[in-house]
């Protein structure tokens, strides 16, 4: 697919076949990934993937504050990635400082970035995504993220069962200006 075709085209799914994504397809999605900019090429986005459907069920009952509609899109999808970063690296000099007044806010950029990509290549290989930000923080135990990580935010895949309308977008006019 042409890129800007696969970048205008990529939907937010929510409902997925029961089709597993196949481990080497996700391979392929991880390492396309694994070309996203990042702080200094310090790369620290890591991704779990969970498809065992008891762990699963347990994230998407106990681990969504409450909002059934995230639950729901959890057990549509045969696979949930979870996206984190190794602290303490990006945002920061070699001596511990933060190299800006932005702190360690820059690990999430790099992780929205790669999290994009990575929605993208899905995209390409005929998967659908969709991130999700609302999660209850007792998910990081459930996955026993270790302390020197953070779980930044939740990737739905699988095969799409639904075609999504296109959500609206702001013109050009509304979003770019000069100076
Ligand atoms: C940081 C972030 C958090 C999001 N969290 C959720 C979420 O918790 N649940 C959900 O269904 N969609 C979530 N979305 C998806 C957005 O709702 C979706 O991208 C937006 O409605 C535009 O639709 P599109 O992705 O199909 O273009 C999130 C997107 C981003 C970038």
Redesign the pocket.
Known sequence: MEALENIRT?????KFTDEPVDHATLEKIVEAASWSPSWKNTQIVRYIAIEDPALKAKIAKDCTTG?T??AG?MESAPMLIAVTVIKGRCGFEKDGSYTTSRKDTWQMFDA?IA??TF?LAAHEYGLGT??????DDTLSDVLEIPDDRELV??ICIGHPAEE?E??K?KSVSDLLSYK
């Open positions: 990529r939907r937010s799914i929510r909002f509609y995230n899109t929205g999290s994009q929605c969709v991130i999700m930000g609302i999660f935010n939740i999504p296109m959500p977008r």
